[in-house]
């Protein structure tokens, strides 16, 4: 008899973006540059560090479970009442801690596909099944087929925009019309963790589209525009009922206090983080116009990256990615995913792109 459940073979593994070092050293080269996670390549906001060694003198004591000064401090940024906010360590933790609070076994999660490899993996472990819907010959949502998609067993859909992997995103009209056709019974989750990235003005902001609607569960993260990847804190933003839902099944105490120091910090320095993503949405217009020089079917991207479809390819292309001291993230048969980093790093890849697909 297994000790564990024997459909957890059928989960994929989450893979994280590879490490520099040990790429540097499997290939024989000083050092490499990693375009892998969708990180901000800029280190931690102003005042970060300070708040984290302060914070480090309480590591005896446990940290405050119902984490309200970020809440307040969230809610003000963000003209939303703190007992709507949940905050979880990370944003994918959060998206665990909903599907969890809404799923019993057998009922369905929908989603498009590809986006964000957490979603599956999510899904199976609460006991859920996926339903996952092809995305666009552009690598975009279709909404439509979504919505035509949805059972009597759908308790969970999830839209990823912009989207990760593929870097498209729901523009206002398509959005509301997927809300409307869905119905109030089904909880919508808008997965926003490249929302500060967005320049398309069709793109409405999830927390706008979710103020009259009580079923839309908005996700945000820190870890990326806010560069906090490393520290782990995402937060929702949902009706009461079900931000109160999901406070019963999270882990107590995920956000450490350590951790809610960083956050408030990081809010504190939001013009410089608005500076910082300013830089790398330049170096995004600048290197999608480069790669789709190269390749004309590369998608519009909202997000700090772009995705290659380069099919069977993919593997094989960051492998040479690799040999050229460019770490990216492939997605086997599928496509590659290129986080966009410093102007010199984005050169770096830019020339080995230049090399590969030629
Ligand atoms: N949602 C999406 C779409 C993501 O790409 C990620 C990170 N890769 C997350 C959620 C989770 O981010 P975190 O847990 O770091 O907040």
């Known amino acids: 008899m297994p000790l564990t459940r024997a459909d957890l073979d059928t989960i994929p593994r989450y893979v994280a973006g590879r490490n520099p070092s040990d790429v540097a050293r499997e290939v024989g080269i000083p050092e490499a540059v990693k375009l892998a996670s969708n990180e901000v390549p800029f280190g931690p906001l102003p005042g970060v560090v300070e708040a984290v060694a302060e914070a480090m003198a309480q590591t005896h004591r446990y940290p405050d479970p119902g984490v309200v000064a970020l809440r307040n401090r969230l809610g003000e940024r963000y003209g939303v009442a703190p007992d709507r906010l949940v905050s979880g360590c990370g944003s994918v933790a959060l998206a665990e801690h909903i599907v969890r609070a809404a799923?019993?076994?057998?009922?369905?999660?929908?989603?498009?596909?590809?986006?964000?490899?957490?979603?599956?993996?999510?899904?199976?472990?609460?006991?859920?099944?996926?339903?996952?819907?092809?995305?666009?010959?552009?690598?975009?949502?279709?909404?439509?087929?979504m919505a035509a998609a949805v059972t009597d067993r759908t308790r969970v859909a999830i839209v990823c925009t912009?989207?990760?992997?593929?870097?498209?995103?729901?523009?206002?009209?398509?959005?509301?019309?997927?809300?409307?056709?869905?119905?109030?019974?089904?909880?919508?989750?808008?997965?926003?963790?490249?929302r500060e990235f967005v320049r398309d003005p069709a793109v409405p902001d999830g927390l706008d589209v979710a103020r009259n609607r009580p079923n839309v569960v908005v996700l945000r993260t820190m870890s990326k525009a806010w560069g906090l990847a490393g520290i782990r804190v995402g937060w929702l933003a949902a009706d009461p009922q079900v931000?109160?839902?999901?406070?019963?099944?999270?882990?107590?105490?995920?956000?450490?206090h350590v951790a809610q120091?960083?956050?408030?910090?990081?809010?504190?320095a939001e013009d410089e983080m608005r500076r910082r993503v300013d830089i790398v949405v330049a170096e995004r217009t600048r290197v999608h116009a480069a790669i789709k020089q190269l390749r004309p079917d590369v998608p519009d991207t909202q997000a700090n990256f772009v995705w290659l479809p380069l099919g069977d390819d993919a593997a094989d292309f960051a492998r040479s990615c690799e040999k050229r001291g460019v770490i990216v993230r492939p997605f086997a048969g599928d496509g590659v995913r290129v986080t966009i980093g410093t102007p010199a790093e984005?050169?770096?890849?830019?020339?080995?792109?230049?090399?590969?697909l030629a």
């Open 103 to 145: 799923v019993l076994p057998g009922d369905e999660v929908l989603y498009s596909w590809r986006s964000f490899e957490a979603y599956p993996i999510i899904t199976t472990s609460c006991g859920g099944t996926s339903v996952r819907v092809a995305n666009t010959h552009d690598h975009a949502h279709d909404l439509d087929a």
């Open 162 to 194: 912009p989207n990760n992997p593929t870097g498209p995103a729901v523009p206002r009209e398509d959005l509301e019309r997927f809300l409307d056709q869905v119905g109030p019974d089904v909880l919508v989750v808008i997965d926003e963790a490249y």
């Open 243 to 256: 931000a109160e839902a999901v406070r019963k099944v999270v882990t107590p105490f995920s956000v450490n």
């Open 261 to 268: 120091a960083a956050a408030l910090a990081a809010l504190d």
């Open 346 to 356: 984005n050169d770096m890849f830019l020339s080995a792109a230049s090399e590969l």
